[in-house]
């Protein structure tokens, strides 16, 4: 009995060392899966690839702008250099206005068109200021002088306490469209 029992469990702890063996090895692939894939990029077949734009063609502007008595404030940016379109990436702004001044929208456009409204967050306030930021992503393309353009309530805009703009706008220039 004593022998059937130590043979038993000699058994068993083999079998167990082969289970967790099994489980823990790789696996072999098998069929198409391990059939490597060889690419060849040839001017007959060629494979689309996304190119970085040049170093030149990248474009950053940051512009600030202060206002007094009024209940819109603007951050002006130079148009894209004549024969190129701007590919904007992404826009932000920070504007610190007075307290009750508080922003209604952001928008960003050309002299001619609104390309998108930036939706705007209340940050914490300043001494006698609100604090808002606003972000976009996406692709816009602009080929003339852009603005951001903050609207604000108004209450706090014609007493003459100043407010502040601070915009950004990242992306890169193409060949005209």
Same mark, same amino acid.
């Given at each position: 009995m004593r022998f059937a029992k130590r043979?038993?469990?000699?058994?068993?702890?083999?079998?167990l060392v082969g289970l967790v063996g099994m489980a823990i090895t790789p696996k072999v692939a098998h069929g198409v899966a391990a059939t490597p894939?060889?690419?060849?990029?040839?001017?007959?077949?060629?494979?689309?690839?996304?190119? &970085?734009?040049a170093a030149g063609d990248l474009y950053?502007?940051?512009? *600030? &702008? *202060?206002?007094?008595?009024?209940s819109s404030a603007a951050c002006s940016f130079p148009a894209p250099p004549t024969g190129k379109t701007l590919v904007i990436e992404s826009a932000s702004i920070w504007s610190a206005n007075p307290a009750?001044?508080?922003?209604?929208?952001?928008?960003? *456009?050309?002299?001619t068109a609104s390309l998108s409204y930036?939706?705007?967050?209340?940050?914490?306030?300043?001494?006698?200021?609100?604090?808002y930021i606003g972000a976009l992503q996406g692709r816009i393309y602009a080929t003339g002088a852009l603005?951001?353009?903050v609207n604000?309530?108004?209450?706090g805009a014609a007493i003459g306490i100043p407010g502040n703009l601070t915009c950004t706008i990242d992306g890169y220039l193409v060949p005209a469209i």
């Open positions: 043979l038993l469990v000699g058994v068993c702890a083999v079998a894939v060889r690419v060849v990029n040839t001017p007959a077949n060629v494979i689309p690839a996304v190119q &970085a734009p950053q502007e940051t512009v *600030s &702008a *202060s206002y007094a008595f009024t009750g001044a508080d922003p209604q929208y952001a928008v960003l *456009s050309t002299s930036i939706a705007l967050q209340a940050q914490a306030t300043g001494v006698g200021t609100d604090n603005a951001i353009t604000l309530n108004g209450t």
